[in-house]
């Protein structure tokens, strides 16, 4: 299966290669990933549940950046095996361009999969790896320009109003109650 796609990021192409070598960053924006440990050089172990159709399963698998030119472009490339469920594997060739006063991000992506999830059918699974790229590089997209200055969190905004007054907040069982 082969996909490409690009995408307009509001922040420079330092901040977005960047972004893509922290698996802070890549555990935030990975759908399921539960854990992204390990570094550039040395390569990232990933830990992500997934339910393709059907098939629910947790993959564990390595992910290794190579061909890295700096600001301007770099290969990822990894491996997952979920059990039964089967094994995922690709690469993803990225590049970024300064455009529009930001990074015009695109990439080709070549997987494969086997195993019970192979048996699910081309469109099934060519449906679910377009998806799980989308959703990756919406978050990504995210977590790179961070939250429009009108688009505040209203946790930081309840947090900020706790923090303008001491009088003592009822619980919602004080609140019914009459009691703090």
Request: aromatic share 6%; charged share 25%.
């Amino acid at each position: 299966m082969k996909m490409s796609d690009t995408r307009q990021i509001a922040a420079p192409p330092a901040d977005v290669y960047a972004a893509l070598l922290d698996p802070k960053v890549l555990q935030a924006c990975v759908p399921g990933a539960q854990d992204v440990t390990g570094s550039p050089e040395e390569g990232f172990e990933a830990v992500v549940v997934q339910k393709v159709g059907p098939v629910k399963a947790t993959f564990k698998g390595q992910v290794t950046l190579s061909e890295r030119v700096e600001n301007q472009s770099l290969t990822i490339s990894g491996e997952g095996k979920g059990g039964a469920a089967g094994f995922a594997k690709g690469a993803a060739d990225v590049r970024m361009v300064e455009k529009d006063g930001g990074t015009e991000l695109s990439y080709d992506v070549e997987a494969k999969v086997g195993g019970k999830l192979a048996q699910l059918g081309s469109r099934i699974i060519d449906g679910f790896a377009k998806k799980m790229a989308d959703q990756f590089f919406d978050n990504f997209k995210a977590a790179v320009e961070g939250p429009a200055p009108d688009e505040v969190p209203e946790k930081v905004v309840a947090d900020a109003e706790v923090a303008e007054t001491d009088a003592p907040k009822k619980s919602w069982l004080g609140r019914l109650s009459g009691k703090s």
